[in-house]
């Protein structure tokens, strides 16, 4: 199905600023150089833009890439994305979760300690 990306095992969120002109081939390249190996069809890359109401999402089916493209309608409304450095770093599906309704990704009260 075009556009399911439940079945991806891996979730990576790519942290910093990505220029969100940039189409499935610039993304590609990115994760390219950052991963240091092509996107495969069992992980979902995250990139966000300076404005941080804009997410795309690229991800490979067995045919060819599938980006989507998510902006926020909300006012000032905007992710809280890490800009740390410009690395990848994988994610749980909670965290992504969190991430698209507008959380931090790190959720100490959430998480449960040993």
């Known amino acids: 199905?075009?556009?399911?990306?439940?079945?991806?095992?891996?979730?990576?969120?790519?942290?910093g600023y990505t220029d969100m002109r940039k189409s499935i081939d610039?993304?590609?390249?990115i994760v390219l150089q950052q991963l240091k190996s092509e996107p495969d069809s069992h992980s979902i890359y995250l990139f966000c833009?300076?404005?941080?109401?804009?997410?795309?999402?690229?991800?490979?089916?067995?045919?060819?890439y599938v980006l989507l493209y998510k902006r926020l309608d909300?006012?000032?409304?905007?992710?809280?994305?890490?800009?740390?450095?410009?690395e990848v770093k994988p994610i749980t599906w909670q965290q992504f979760d969190w991430l698209m309704s507008g959380l931090e990704i790190e959720?100490?009260?959430?998480?449960?300690?040993?």
């Not at 079945?7 to 990576?12: K, P």
């Not at 610039?26 to 390249?29: K, V």
């Not at 833009?49 to 060819?64: A, S, T």
């Open 74 to 86: 909300v006012i000032h409304g905007k992710y809280r994305w890490p800009r740390s450095r410009s």
């Open 26 to 29: 610039g993304l590609c390249a």
């Open 107 to 114: 959720q100490p009260k959430a998480l449960k300690t040993a």
């Open 49 to 64: 833009g300076k404005r941080c109401d804009r997410i795309k999402v690229l991800f490979r089916e067995p045919d060819g």
């Open 1 to 15: 199905m075009l556009g399911d990306i439940s079945m991806a095992a891996d979730i990576y969120i790519v942290t």
